[in-house]
């Protein structure tokens, strides 16, 4: 079945540093590949999504490119903020199944020290 | 526009209690998602409705967990009986159909048993 593996947290991380959440996922299909984020008391929401193999998405200075060769979605960012604290899904939508539900990492905690 | 409204925010129940959760859809979106969320096991799929049918079921729980679209603007989890082990954030998901479409989460039901 599909699947997605994502960098274990708390990543812990300095303000003004780069940040990298690693992602890779297995899917018999061509699938649309989404980061969301969760911050306390509220539901995910979405930071972006990438519907094509070799494309980028990006949102409020974090970005990701879908690698289909390598099957990865790493997340990036060149220099975090306080407030970007907050924990990080990977997840996949398969365009082609009659099933079209999202299937999540297990999330990555990002904390970011002042 | 409307998000997706979910009430009650927080539940305090009993052992043996049932307790029903209710989420409103946005409007004119074909697909629902009900999904738990603990910090051991993270986001599971409880039930995926598209245009009204069950179209999955998460079978871990099947047995005391049911969802069910009354018509296309409201959804209900009831969980019954409920057990300590119940505690958890419960949240809902819809999305106009289609594999490259992003789900819009609601803020989620934060379930307590006692």
């Known amino acids: 079945g599909d699947s997605v593996t994502q960098t274990e947290g708390p990543v812990t991380l300095s303000e003004g540093t780069s940040l990298t959440v690693n992602c890779s996922y297995e899917t018999k299909q061509y699938p649309t590949l989404f980061w969301y984020v969760q911050y306390p008391g509220e539901g995910p929401q979405l930071l972006f999504k990438v519907p094509k193999a070799n494309e980028k998405g990006s949102s409020r200075g974090f970005e990701a490119t879908y690698n289909k060769e390598a099957t990865s979605f790493h997340l990036q960012k060149a220099s975090v903020q306080e407030s970007d604290s907050a924990v990080y899904y990977c997840a996949l939508r398969d365009r082609g199944s009659a099933l079209g539900r999202l299937h999540f990492g297990a999330g990555t905690q990002l904390i970011v020290i002042p | 526009d409307a998000g997706v409204t979910q009430t009650p925010r927080h539940e305090v129940a009993e052992k043996g209690q049932t307790i029903i959760l209710k989420c409103e859809p946005v409007s004119g979106h074909n697909d629902l998602f009900w999904y738990r969320q603990t910090k051991i096991q993270g986001l599971e799929l409880l039930s995926y409705?598209?245009?009204?049918?069950?179209?999955?079921d998460g079978g871990a729980f099947k047995d005391r967990f049911k969802a069910e679209m009354l018509n296309s603007s409201f959804s209900t989890l009831k969980i019954q009986p409920t057990e300590p082990k119940d505690s958890a954030v419960y949240l809902c998901?819809?999305?106009?159909?289609?594999?490259?479409?992003?789900?819009?989460f609601g803020e989620g039901t934060r379930l307590s048993v006692l």
């Open positions: 998901a819809s999305s106009s159909t289609g594999g490259n479409q992003a789900p819009l």
């Open positions: 409705f598209r245009s009204k049918s069950l179209m999955e």
